[in-house]
């Protein structure tokens, strides 16, 4: 409480819900506003947006990338509010005394930290890689990899 008050509390949750419904909404009527001249039938077993582009027959390239600086633009933002909540977690459990309040908030930090790594990198990853590596089974495991395992 004394490290990050009720108020900024529901500030950074209010501006993370409201950045994701942002989100979501531009991504769903982009994605509904696309004609499919493939079929509706996408091709693995989560409904991703690259899976239903690949369905797509119209050039929405100037669209995509409006969505893709709108998106990074938005993760950038909440990278910076994670890194920033760690350090001062770090910064605050480095100041308690005891040995074994350090090791026992640490060891409940690690694990959280190591689910939002695994979801930032293979999330990047889904994102970043290129067309040619993309196989169905690839796409498949790294979308069980960030939306699943975390």
């Known amino acids: ?18 950045s994701g ?20 039938a996408v091709e693995q077993f989560f409904c991703e947006i690259p899976q239903i582009l690949k369905l797509s027959c119209s050039d929405s390239y100037l669209r995509e990338v409006g969505l893709l600086v ?3 633009c ?12 760690y350090v001062q977690i770090f910064r605050a459990v480095l100041r308690i005394p005891s040995e074994q309040g350090r090791h026992k908030a ?8 190591t689910v939002v790594s695994l979801f930032i990198s ?5 994102c970043l890689k290129p067309p040619s590596m993309s ?5 498949l495991v790294v979308a069980v990899l960030y939306s699943v395992v975390p």
């Open 1 to 18: 409480g004394t490290l990050l008050g009720s108020r900024a509390c529901v500030h950074m949750a209010a501006a993370r819900w409201g």
């Open 21 to 40: 419904l942002l989100y979501a909404l531009l991504h769903t009527a982009h994605t509904f506003s696309l004609p499919l001249c493939r079929g509706n």
């Open 70 to 72: 709108v998106s990074a």
């Open 74 to 85: 938005l993760s950038f933002g909440c990278f910076v509010f994670i890194v920033g909540s």
């Open 106 to 113: 640490f060891a409940t930090c690690l694990p959280h930290l």
């Open 122 to 126: 293979t999330a990047i990853f889904a």
């Open 135 to 139: 196989s169905p089974s690839l796409d």
